[in-house]
């Protein structure tokens, strides 16, 4: 037979199974009776020819299973058989089985939760074009540097901070060692009325190049663009998340041209973004609106000075697009210089004061303060559910070794009978097997809390003064 009669015979016997068992039997009957007949036209009686003719031929069992072994579905139909008696043997063992997929299903359980979390927290990047080239762009300094009103993170332990002034962010997107360099700037409490029916929401500023920067396009719409971001007060449109454009909309194609309220001040939807798009500040949950800066005064105001005109006021995290063939450390170099001029050209520097220094940290990840904060309890966390995994295994193998005792008679007669070890192994092997998939399947109906349920997303922290 040629390659392909023996894939389309192959194929026709797993498919159509029992059809094909009929036509074996019924063609292995007819060798069977035609023999037998040729038996009896010489003179044998019709029993005594029945009995040679199946002697001389063999079984009708043994002809199909060799028939089956040709075709190479021998494997399937045992793997079936394996399988329906593994299910009657667990359902003579209801308590048994009961303890063993409860065990595996609280260490399968435990183990995939906190590797969901430890991912998102820890592995998970930014889902933009090539995020491993982003750079997010930090100052350090230490007592005697410039004052300035930090609206941000400050890392007290090496004195570092990520934020910048509006002011400095526009000076130091004039450079050579970058592709781009944007803005943005979770703010955790806004004011949305959709229907009016207002909700707190979080939004995310951002300048007016960074989708263009990010390489994110929107699902439908458009993405906030260099014109949305002019003069403050203007640029009246926003791009929605995905959830809020779920929760709000239905899903609905026609959100696009909508009016909302944010804080009181209309708003036109532009554009929704992808599902697996978060923003640019954390991989764990998405801001729901995304705002040009050139909203801040209107909705966002913080006193009479605008924050985007505002020198003094460090709040606006900053980051950069690296040029192919730049290293880190030039282009650290190279930004060291414009951020001291930026700084002295913006700001008042008094004699015993210094100029913050230039530093830079990888941006694949947004600002991820969660890694910074959670990496060690992550890991206890980890190594906890390591240790509850091996006490489950372990259990499920002292039951699955008291079970195999008091199966000993059963091996032992079924090893008498003819059955080869390695057969009996692979039954054993297909209970093992069946009980683990139990145990997995029992996870589908337990919904588990993501990392963004669980950890405290605090990136917008308080005004500070230093």
């Known amino acids: 037979m040629s390659l392909n009669s023996r894939l389309q015979t192959w194929w026709r016997a797993v498919r159509r199974g029992p059809e094909v068992d009929a036509q074996v039997d019924e063609e292995l009957r007819f060798h069977v009776e035609s023999y037998a007949e040729d038996l009896m036209r010489r003179g ?11 002697t001389e031929l ?5 002809g199909k299973e060799n028939c089956r072994q040709a075709w190479g579905t021998r494997w399937f139909d045992e793997l079936r058989a394996d399988l329906r008696y593994a299910l009657r ?50 100052w350090t300094g230490g007592e005697n540097r410039v004052p300035v009103r930090i609206w941000g993170h400050w890392n007290e332990a090496n004195h570092t901070c990520t934020s910048f002034s509006y002011t400095v962010y526009e000076q130091l997107r004039q450079n050579g060692v970058f592709e781009d360099v944007f803005a943005f700037k979770v703010i955790p409490e806004l004011t949305v009325a959709v229907n009016n029916k207002p909700e707190p929401v979080t939004a995310e500023l951002v300048s007016g190049n960074y989708y263009s920067a990010l390489g994110v396009n929107t699902v439908i719409g458009r993405e ?15 791009v929605i998340s995905d959830g809020f454009w779920s929760r709000h909309f239905g899903r609905s194609p026609d959100v696009i041209g909508k009016t909302i309220q944010v804080n009181l ?54 980051m950069g697009r690296m040029k192919p063939g730049v290293s880190d450390e030039s282009a650290r170099a190279a930004m060291e210089v414009l951020l001291s001029k930026a700084v002295k050209s913006t700001m008042t520097v008094e004699k015993g004061q210094s100029v913050p220094h ?86 589908l109906r337990t919904k588990c809390h993501s990392a963004s349920d669980v950890v405290f997303l605090g990136n917008s922290g308080d005004a500070c003064t230093f």
């Open 265 to 318: 001040t209309p708003v036109t939807i532009v554009g929704v973004n992808p599902g697996a798009f978060t923003g640019a500040s954390s991989v764990q949950v998405s801001p729901d609106v995304f705002l040009p800066f050139s909203l801040e005064p209107v909705v966002a105001p913080n006193g009479a000075k605008s924050l985007l005109t505002n020198p003094e006021q460090w709040w606006v995290l900053v």
């Open 44 to 54: 044998m009686p019709c029993e005594e020819a029945m009995r040679r003719a199946k």
């Open 58 to 62: 063999g079984s009708l069992a043994a």
């Open 358 to 443: 230039f530093a830079m940290q990888d941006g694949s990840r947004g600002e991820d303060l969660n890694g910074e904060r959670f990496t060690k309890p992550i890991y206890v966390l980890m190594a906890l559910a390591g240790v509850v995994l091996l006490l489950a295994c372990a259990n499920l193998a002292n039951l699955l070794l008291a079970r195999a005792g008091s199966r000993q008679r059963e091996l032992s007669v079924r090893l008498a009978l003819g059955a080869k070890q390695g057969r009996i192994m692979r039954q054993m092997l297909t209970e093992s097997l069946l009980l683990s998939s139990a145990g997995g399947i029992g996870l």
């Open 224 to 238: 906030i663009q260099n014109s949305d971001d002019g003069a403050p007060g203007s640029g009246a449109v926003a």
């Open 89 to 138: 043997m667990l359902a003579k063992s209801p308590g048994f089985a009961a303890i063993a997929v409860g065990s595996l299903a609280l260490g399968i359980g435990a183990n995939t939760g906190i590797f969901t979390i430890t991912r998102q927290i820890l592995l998970d990047k930014l889902d933009v074009r090539r995020p491993e080239d982003l750079r997010l762009f930090a």
